[in-house]
């Protein structure tokens, strides 16, 4: 039996959500599976991805292969990183505590990357946000002006009329 590391569609249409599983590679897309490894929601930037790296790792040692997506996924979240730290502890390249440090260096260097991220992609959207405003602002003010100056002629022909009004009747008091 091949087992592969894979993605099941949930959600609705138009909103996928995914769940990571192993599962026989015979089997449906969304049919029988061995075991549910995480989640995945491509759908939110940057995308939320819930793993457990124990399972895949063991799931990675026993022989199963992920598809290109599944190992794009577990590389990013560092279980390709942990099978292969693994295997040099396995090897007798490493001791078991020098991987675990590895590991959580290369984790805790990932989360600053993706703090970064976010922070870059919230300062661009307050960024684009503020633009909007300056932009919104301007076309009211160009709009005010030209309310202002359509109606600075309209008072003028009052004022005149009322001006001409004023002569008439001071001239028909005196006559």
């Known amino acids: 039996m091949s087992v592969k590391i894979r993605l ?3 959600g609705k249409k138009g909103k996928p959500y995914f769940w990571i599983i192993a599962a026989d590679s015979r089997s449906k897309r969304d049919g029988k599976y061995l075991e549910k490894i995480g989640s995945y929601n491509p ?3 940057p995308a939320q991805i819930d793993l457990n790296v124990d399972l895949a790792v063991k799931w990675l040692q026993n022989g199963a292969q992920p598809t290109d997506t599944a190992r794009a996924i577990l590389s990013y979240k560092g ?3 942990k099978n292969h730290l693994a295997g040099g502890v396995r090897k007798g390249a490493l001791t078991e505590e020098q991987a675990e440090a590895k590991f959580n260096e290369w984790l805790e260097s990932k989360r600053e990357s993706i703090d970064k991220k976010k922070a870059t992609l919230t300062e661009a959207q307050e960024k684009a946000k503020a ?3 300056a932009a919104e602002k301007a076309v009211s003010d160009k709009r005010a002006a030209e309310a202002a100056a359509a109606a600075a002629p309209e008072e003028e022909a ?3 009329a009322e001006a001409t009004a004023e ?7 005196e006559a």
């Open 8 to 10: 099941q569609r949930r």
């Open 43 to 45: 759908t939110t930037n």
């Open 79 to 81: 279980a390709l990183m």
């Open 131 to 133: 633009e909007k405003l």
């Open 158 to 160: 009052t004022e005149e």
């Open 167 to 173: 002569t008439e009747t001071e001239d028909n008091k």
